[in-house]
């Protein structure tokens, strides 16, 4: 495989339930960003990492638990939920978090309900 | 408050219209700016990178353009094929802080 896979591609949960999703990048990066898209808003950027580190937690509630066990892996745990956090959860890498190699690749997505 | 605006928020072309969307940025310094398409349930696809006032890039029928305050995405001649969500992005500098806008939603019609 090549680029940045996520799984599940879609996700339905209950408020009480606990998930993860998982982000896998095959490009040898070295950032790690995970992103909400929500309808008619622009993507908010939730957190960011560079070699392992966090470097980003953008004010986001801690029913939020990112994990990121080496360069190309990146997980997000989910634990009760509000149905206002369904959305379109993005995964993406770039090659350097500053300098010239900045841009991001993204993942397919996970689309997650929260019933 | 660094702000990027994206106009128009859809737009509908018949094939072989040629037009442009504008990505309006307010910021406190400019690293990059960046342009994406996002196709319906799919993540954005990356397109271009402008670093600084007058460059352009190209591909197939789309040529990026920036200046100062805001960059175009010209379409050349669209196909039905360049429907999607087109995104611009900036990156302020000395940070990684991507803000993106909300996007223009482009409907080419056979």
């Known amino acids: 495989e090549t680029g940045v896979t996520q799984t599940p591609r879609h996700l339905v949960m209950g408020m009480t339930n606990k998930k993860s999703l998982k982000c896998e990048q095959h490009l040898g990066h070295n950032a790690m960003y995970w992103y909400k898209q929500s309808a008619k808003k622009p993507l908010e950027l939730m957190f960011v990492?560079?070699?392992?580190?966090?470097?980003e937690n953008n004010s986001v509630p801690s029913r939020f638990s990112p994990e990121c066990p080496n360069s190309s892996h990146l997980f997000l745990h989910l634990h009760t939920l509000q149905p206002e956090d369904s959305a379109l959860y993005l995964c993406a890498s770039s090659q350097d978090l500053t300098g010239l190699n900045t841009e991001a690749f993204f993942g397919q997505g996970t689309r997650l309900t929260v019933v | 408050e660094d702000q990027v605006t994206q106009s128009p928020e859809a737009l509908r072309l018949q094939e072989g219209e040629s037009s442009s969307l504008n990505c309006s940025y307010t910021?406190?310094?400019?690293?990059?700016l960046f342009w994406y398409r996002q196709d319906p349930g799919k993540g954005p696809e990356f397109l271009f990178t402008?670093?600084?006032a007058g460059e352009e890039k190209e591909k197939e029928r789309l040529k990026a353009t920036l200046t100062k305050k805001e960059s175009f995405l010209h379409i050349t001649a669209p196909k039905p094929e360049d429907s999607a969500t087109y995104l611009c992005?900036?990156?302020?500098?000395?940070?990684?802080?991507?803000?993106f806008g909300t996007g223009t939603r482009l409907k080419v019609l056979a």
């Open positions: 402008l670093y600084s």
């Open positions: 992005a900036v990156q302020i500098s000395g940070t990684y802080k991507y803000i």
């Open positions: 990492y560079s070699l392992e580190e966090r470097v």
């Open positions: 910021v406190s310094g400019l690293r990059g």
